[in-house]
């Protein structure tokens, strides 16, 4: 999921050049028609107008984007004035995002770390611990969260049982739920690229740095993490880019109060706003945005690569 | 020595030229390699060896020029449709196959049966005294038994010409020498033409009918290795190719075949004339170490006076460091042996450096 | 206390760290896996241990949905797995042994998008497209989806695989009168073999988990495991969820294990 265009290796074969296109044929076809033209073509939905029972008609229009953006009032012909509502779902999904995106670097860059130094051994059976759980279905570990965190779940529980609280702590149903799904889901995305940059880091640059009076945390601050920056900004686009679109943390564990942007689009096709257009101009600002950060951090590596 | 121009040509490379994008690997290089030569292409790693290897092999096309197996063109041809067959620097023997399998692979590509491959596998495994290893896999076996393995899947389809990528570089010191032995019987008793790369000049040496000089996408000399080690054409292959003393002299006067010359310091002495040498050049003398030889008082008239400044012994011979007065340095190798004419003297002694008849070979660039 | 030695490398408190991790990303699938065998109908009081939920699984009120639901998901995920795999396999060995071309770049580039374009954004793009042409929903359209959304998962490990592999064993097949079909058939499939597998396997996986694309694309009355999940657990978390929670965490830890084993054996080797 990263950003780079990195085709992988400096291999120059060329033994089945004669083959190539056919070879690729299948997934241009595939891809072509079942990615690719279904996102141009959502784009194209969002400058249509919507049909008051949920379809289109087929003409030109802006309003998909201007109800995003514009309040014109009841019937549409008050002078727009900036409307918050869409806006601050999207700033809300951008500060959930990188909330989580915050607590899984804090936890995962030292596990990450920690992994690097073990034996090289043991390294390949605690990645495998890290990996297990991004292959449970996210729909069951965000569904187990919410069983943990419940009122009446294990962990008040556990807390109330053992004494610590006297009354139980309300999580469900909070901004803190939200984010502590998205981390949840999200999590090993933040280790493996970490950990893949800190393999390869030479301990022998922490010496130096010792032998010339750093102390063991101006190691850590001065020499460690600028050598594994660009793991650390992998990881956090592959922490926040998923986050900013999800669905199923903030649908199972957020409630109606904490919408993010992906409810926000499900609603426009599932629920009962149906407004296809304005859901695809909704997803078409999300894939903006994540087009944009991708882009920038494509850029930035390639700066970095040099 | 046989006369290899007598037999027909194997392999004739015309005007070859290879080009990547904006670097010429190869630079209009011809030669002609004959029936049931070992033949070595010779050079530092980049000088085109083994491009020219590749192209001949198939695995790159021809930018420009033409390459002929047994007079037929085969610029068109791919692969697997060529006579020749490759034993590789990394062997690039199959890991999922057997050893019996992988020296069969080439003859049920060309459509025996596979219990004839297997039969004919063992025959040839069996030449390379490795039968009793043809069930196991080639992560099993060690170097030098790979190296083998390797190299009797490249002969198993009695190829016309085997084409052999630095086969012996990623063995030990003695492991090497004498899988060198063993591939020039192998050559002598298939009748088969090797074409051999290597950048190692001492193994060159040892196994090759005649060799190619190559560097920087040239071929800079042709011939045995007796022709290319004593004559070298030019100051590359007389420093490629052993030691040497490489020293400037200056030609005095060009006579019936003799050159008069002297070094710096105003050391004179007569050489062989080459070629494209006149009176008043700067050129190039190349004296191989072991053809100089130490006295205290001069022999004959070309001598030069001198201190020894080091002694270096590395078993089979002594190196000694001469400093001419005003001159150059000199490099003189005489072998450890009481029977040689030549005897050690101490630091700081004063000596004097004789040539043997014809050792100084003059060079035009 | 004798000395320790001062090591560089480790930093205090990140053994904890790493520990505190482990027990977030396994503590909620723990709780739930013990909670699936307690034999209680509340899911808030423990009543000893039961296989009451699993048993009304398979044959309880809801056991007709769910197995109609979860042969779905395997159908789909063994169709969508299988063909994105094949697909998979012939991109990487175009674009890893094509040799250079104009449309490398652009292959890949076209095979990383799902990877790129957020999941809700595809799955509304899906929607909106078989809308357009006028294909009714149902599971024809998911299996599309999921062909396509797989692509990217299989091609991951194989091209890995396929760039630890050197291009001259190709080529000395190739050398020993292989023609290319063959090489490809003899030497380099049966060498990718473990990656081939591994890509399959997590394909299979993220087709079986997938929720998001299956749900905007599925036809009204169609269900995947995931999708019929999640229906029911918006009524409530009820203890047969649990159990089947449980029994497909145990297909994934599975499934990942296996992948996992074989990539490990052959880096052994």
Redo the contacts between chains.
Sequence with gaps: MAGGASTGGSSQSETFAPARYWLLLPSWVTLTILVLAPVSMMMGYSFLTKEFRGGVIWEFSLSAYDQFFFDRGLFGDDPPVLQWTYISIFWRSIWQAGVATLMSLVIGFPTAYFIATRPEKERAIWVFLVTIPYWVNLLIRTVSMKFLLRDQGPLNDLLVGSGLLSEPLTIVNTNFAVQLGLFYSYLPFMVLPIYAAAERYNFALSEAAADLYATRWTVLRRILLPSVKPGIVAGCILVFVPSLGSFLAPDLLGGAKNFMIGSLIEEQFKGNAGNWPFGAAASMILLTLVMVILLISARQQAKGGK | MQLHSDRPIAVDVRDAVKVYGDFTALKRVSLSIHDNEFFTLLGPSGCGKTTLLRMI???EDVTEGSIALFGEPIAAL????RP???V???Y?????MTVLDNVG??LE??GRSKSEARKRAGEVLDMVQLSQFSSRKP?QLSGGQQQRVALA??LA?QPKVLLLDEPLSALDLKLRKAMQLELKHLQRETGITFIFVTHDQEEALTMSDRIAVMSAGELQQLGDAREIYERPKNRFVADFIGDTNLIEVTVDAVAEGQAKCHLGGGHALICDAVEGVKAGDKVHMSMRPERLFLSEEPIAAEGFRGTVRENIFIGTDITTIVALNEGPDFTIRASNSSRGNSRVFDIGAEVVVNMEQGAGRLLTD | MAMKSYDLRQYPSFKAITIFCLFILYAPLLVVTVYSFNDSVSITNWEGVSLRWYAEVFTGAESEKFKIAARNSFVIALIAASASTVMATFAATAILRGGRFKLRTASFGLISLPLMVPEIVTAVATLIFFNAIGVDRGLITILLAHIAFCIPFAYLPISARMQGIEATYEQAAMDLYATRAKAFTRVLLPLMMPGIISGWLLAFIVSLDDFIITNFVKGAGVETLPTAIFGSVKQGIKPNIMAISTMLLGVSVVMVTLSWLISRRDNNK
Aim: glycine share 8%.
């Design positions: 092999a198939g695995f791919p692969p697997h449709k020749v067959n490759t590789f620097q990394n690039a023997l199959f890991p999922h692979f080439g590509m060309l992560s899947r490249a389809p």
